[in-house]
């Protein structure tokens, strides 16, 4: 007992260690993933992206997570949605509905293309990440709304959502809609795309409750004064 | 022209999507879609879109199917994957190969009195045996030859719903399913030809049903799809009609016989009795059949075949079906590639900051 007590006071490395804590030091900084960061010459760069530059040279940098990559396809809000769409850590089976979807929309778009007439061809969109970020965009809330208790009773206030609130919003409004309303024999891609599509018209069920959201806060308006930040 | 129109509907959602897609300004990306402009598609656009004028110059290209013909020619043919990109792009654009080529030009020169040649296509997997099966059954389509085409021979060896014991050979077994709906592609290609040829043989199904002798083939065939227990043995009683036919001289119809996945015939099934012992392919009605085609005992005509899916590397070739001529699909050329890549860009599929940069092998 005594020498296993002795061993631990020595200096020591785990044996086994995670290539990416969840946990690093704040002395670590973030990795930069995009090659067009690199390819700025000096002059361009202000005097605290020159600072940073500068730390960079000498602090440790964190782990990139395999999520990300720098390629041209390397897509942040896309990888997000993908890591909401997963269940149970099954990355590839997520990311295969998400290929599966865009590859539905494009064929869906570009039937259209080809069966329209010369005048319109112009104005279908043919890139299935063009109308992914449309629709995110479409399904974005402007305000939201908190349970704020006042005088014993709870209150819906009106409140202002910070960026990544309302895109983690209209992502979970995404999935629980395509999850929950479509038939037993339809696929998630299918149903996926058919929602997206919709959404970048701005019509479908997401865009509803987004109004349905906006309604209810433009209905307790008169409560916004509770709130105190 | 459209052309024009579609390579500057091409760059327009180029930068587009550039503006929006990538964060920071890619300066380099800018660039290149600037200096190297989308080429114009109808280089990789063969003028010639009937198969018996197509010569060595096209090879690479893209010839575009008549759609009247992919209705009537390929009810069953297509992969379905192909399928999906004639609905997606409106038109079936087949890419001639060389092996496809050759074949024709042996076709063209075949000499019917000798015994059938039979081809086989074989090459790695997704190098294009099945579209240059396609391509030859159409060639033979447009020249007015009977076209005997069996899309999938795996189909008929596994995953069968029905099994019934043969009436006409106890030891044998009927698949009525895959029967009637092969006699029903069968009647779809070839109609114009099926009320001319006649059956040599009179025929007994039941004991008030029969199809007399110098009766019209097309009223066999009918008779197969309106009787379901019976096809099978329909499906013998013509192939072995036009076995006999056609190499006679009074006869004034070519035959074609196309098998894709011919291994599955002399291979294992998946199909199992009731006693759960595994059924030879022998044992089917069809497969026994086919394979009385397969032997170039009868004239007048030529049989090509592909290997199924599952044998990727080696050609798996059976000793028994001694092919005459193999045509190998192994290499893809330099220009195969660069008209494979401008296809679908110019059918707006790709389309995005990678397109004017993928490499090129």
């Known amino acids: ?229 | 022209m459209a052309l024009h129109r579609l390579s500057f509907r091409l760059r327009q959602t180029v930068t587009h999507v550039r503006s929006l897609h990538t964060s920071g300004c890619g300066q380099q990306q800018e660039a290149t879609a600037v200096e190297s402009e989308p080429e114009p598609f109808s280089v990789f656009r063969a003028q010639e879109n009937d198969p018996a004028c197509q010569s060595e110059k096209l090879i690479g290209q893209y010839y575009t199917l008549p759609p009247a013909h992919i209705k009537t020619v390929f009810p069953h043919g297509l992969p379905p994957r192909y399928q999906q990109q004639i609905k997606t792009f409106n038109e079936a654009c087949m890419m001639v190969r060389s092996p496809a080529l050759e074949v024709i030009s042996y076709l063209k020169k075949t000499d019917f009195s000798k015994p059938a040649v039979r081809y086989i296509f074989y090459g790695m997997k997704g190098s294009g045996k099945t579209m240059s099966l396609c391509h030859a059954v159409h060639f033979c389509y447009t020249q007015g030859w009977l076209v005997l085409h069996i899309p999938d021979a795996h189909l008929w060896v596994k995953n069968c719903k029905e099994l019934l014991p043969s009436s006409y050979n106890t030891s044998r077994f009927d698949q009525p399913l895959q029967a009637t709906e092969w006699l029903r592609n069968f009647r779809i290609t070839n109609e114009p030809l099926l009320s001319k040829i006649k059956t040599k043989q009179r025929y007994i199904w039941t004991k008030r049903e029969f199809t007399e002798e110098g009766a019209a083939l097309g009223e066999l065939v009918d008779q197969g799809i309106a009787r379901v227990k019976s096809s099978s043995d329909v499906v013998g009683a013509v192939i072995k009609e036009l076995r006999l036919q056609s190499g006679q001289p009074e006869s004034d119809f070519r035959m074609a016989v196309a098998v894709d996945g011919v291994n599955a015939l002399w291979g294992r099934s998946t199909i199992k009795k009731e006693d759960k012992s595994s059924v030879d392919p022998e044992e089917l009605t069809l497969v026994y059949n086919l394979r009385k085609l397969m032997k170039n005992d009868w004239t007048g005509g030529s049989s090509e075949s592909g290997p199924g899916e599952q044998h990727r590397s080696r050609p798996q070739v059976d000793s028994r079906s001694q092919p005459e001529v193999p045509e190998d699909q192994g290499i893809r050329w330099s220009h195969d590639g660069r008209s494979s890549h401008q296809h679908p860009v110019s059918f707006c599929w790709c389309s995005g900051p990678a397109a004017p940069t993928v490499l090129l092998p």
């Open chain 1, 1 to 229: 007992m005594a020498a296993s007590i002795s061993g631990l006071l020595k200096p020591w490395t785990p044996r086994v260690c995670l290539v990416r804590w969840a946990r690093y030091n704040p002395y670590y900084l973030e990795p930069e993933v995009r090659k067009e960061a690199y390819s700025r010459p000096e002059a361009e760069l202000s005097p605290e992206e020159q600072e940073q530059r500068e730390l960079k040279a000498h602090r440790p940098i964190k782990a990139a997570t395999s999520g990300v990559t720098s390629s041209l396809f390397d897509d942040p809000v896309l990888s997000k949605f993908v890591n909401m769409i997963m269940k149970d850590g099954n990355k590839v089976l997520a990311k295969e509905i998400m290929t599966q979807t865009l590859e539905h929309i494009k064929r869906k778009q570009v039937e259209k293309y080809h069966k329209a007439p010369e005048g319109k061809k112009e104005e279908i969109e043919c890139n299935p990440y063009f109308i992914f970020h449309q629709a995110l965009e479409n399904c974005k809330p402007v305000v939201g709304l908190a349970s704020i208790q006042k005088g014993g009773k709870f209150y819906q206030v009106p409140i202002p959502l910070t960026d990544n609130r309302r895109r983690f919003l209209a992502m979970k409004w995404m999935i629980t809609e395509c999850r929950d309303n479509k038939h037993r024999r339809t696929h998630m891609y299918e149903k996926l795309s058919q929602e997206l599509l919709a959404a970048s018209i701005k019509e479908g069920n997401v865009i509803k409750k987004k109004h349905e959201l906006h309604k209810m806060a433009e209905a307790n308006r008169a409560y916004a004064h509770y709130r105190w930040w």
